[in-house]
Structure formats: C-alpha cells, structure tokens
C-alpha cells in the first residue's frame, strides 16, 4: 500500500509480517512491531536519536568475540535474561526455581573430573571451597547420570578465559551424578566481580548511576536427557551486592549456604582453615534436554 500517514507504515508493516508461514514466528513478529512502533510513538523518538540507536545496536554485534559476549550483557543488565528464565521455568513463572540465567563465560568440553576431585588447574590463591551437591526432579528423586557442567571466577574476580595468569579451563569442570543423584569437589571461594564495562552496556550502567557488580556465585549447567537442562547459578548471601546485581539474577531460591570454618577440615590433612562448604540441591524439570549455544567459545 502507498503511505499516507505515520498510521499507515505500521497497518503496512503488520500486514506482511502476517503472511509469515511459521505460526510461531508469526505471533513473535507481529507482536514485535506492535511493541516497537508503539515505542517510537510512545517516546516520539527523534531521527537523530534513531541514527544513535542503531549505531550502538551495531557497536554491541561489533564488540561480540570468542570471549566476549556485549549483547548477553546488555540483555542481562535490562533484566531481559532474567525475565524470560523465570517465565519460562517454575510452573510458568509461578513457583520458585532452581534455573538462572546462562550468563556470557560458559563454554563447552569442560575437562571431565571424577567426583571428590578438584577443578584446581593452576595455583589459584584463596579459601578452599568444598562442595557437595544433589540433582533431584520435582518429586525429590535422585538423578543418576547426570552430566553436571560447574563454573565460575577466581578470588580475583575474573573467569580463567579473561585472566593470562590463569590456566586453561581453570575453574571448570564436567561430573557425573551417582545413584544417589550427587556430585562433589573442592575448589576456592569466589568473590563478586564487575562485569566488562568498556563498551556500550558500560555506559548504559554509567548513565544511570548503576554499580556494575555480581554477587559472588557458583554456575551449573546439568544435562540429563528427558530433562530440560538446567542452568544455574548459586549465590552468597554474604556478598554485600546480593540485593543489588547489576544482572538482576538473584532469586530466593538461588542463595545457598556458604559456611566459613576455622577449624582444620576433618578430612583434608592440608586444609587448616579457614575454609567452606556448600551443599545445595538442584531440581530438574520433565523435558527436552537441549544444550544451549555457547556464548563464547
């Protein structure tokens, strides 16, 4: 159709992203547009504002390398990941989950460890942390098989693929659930971190006056098919920003109990503390088990 007024692009518009085939594709499409010129008019957006749109929409796909991951950021620190985590999982958004959202720094073939052993690959000062875990469905059963992706940052605050003085795959490890649906190792204490800031999400939090911290947390990403994978990750409730992610993360269900010991560990001759322990059950929802694109390699 010829347009005649500022009406007509959007009747234009939703008319051919009607004649989508794909059923689903459709909804998502003609609901985008609704939401998106409603937007324009909402704000009356500018055309100078329009050209300084697109030009970071196109400095975020820029920033986007093998270790780096700028749109997942910018999805997260929106609350987008967050959102479509909690839509998405818990009987619909309506009870609470042990799913979070992936986060930018997973990455596949984490070297295999057996249970009880340390995802240590390099010397990496700071507190030893034990931790002994359970992946269970909805009914309280123990899944056995289970292949359990763990991750997370060192005591310095950075992910082994941001640090050169860390080892490859530092922090990283793949277990396997036992009968009893348990895995566990030994690792140390994280802390909370900053997320990268020197791009376009940077000054997003700068403009807003917005810290760009994580609370300290542990990742899991558990595989079990005729499972829907479960992506998690397990905060301390001691981090001084655990009511305030820059990601917006952090739900009841996800705080786990990190102990602090003084005293020698009972078991581990060269642990003569302080040290910690966390133990924490994982549940599983009925599903497809389908790995996610990794967001880095």
Known sequence: M??????????????????????????????LVHHLHGFVRDVRLTEAEFREAVAVLNEVGQLA????????????????????????????????????LLGPFWRLDSPRVENGGSILRSDTQGDPLFVTARVIDGQGRPIAGAEVDVWHASPVGLYENQDPEQAEMNLRGKFTTDGDGRFWFRSVMMIGYPIPTSGVVGRLLKAQRRHPMRPAHLHALIFKPGFKVLISQVYDPNDPHIDSDVQFGVTRSLIGDFVRHQEPHPVQPDVAGPWYSLDYTYVMEPGEAILPRPPIR
């Open 2 to 31: 010829l347009i005649a007024s500022e009406a007509d692009v959007t009747t234009a518009t939703l008319d051919v992203m009607a004649r989508t085939d794909d059923l689903r594709l459709r909804e998502i499409l003609v609901s």
């Open 65 to 100: 390398s093998d270790t780096h991951n700028e749109m997942m950021l910018m999805a997260g620190s929106l609350g987008i990941s967050s959102l479509v985590c909690l839509l998405n999982n818990g009987d619909g958004g309506n009870t609470e989950t042990s799913q979070s």
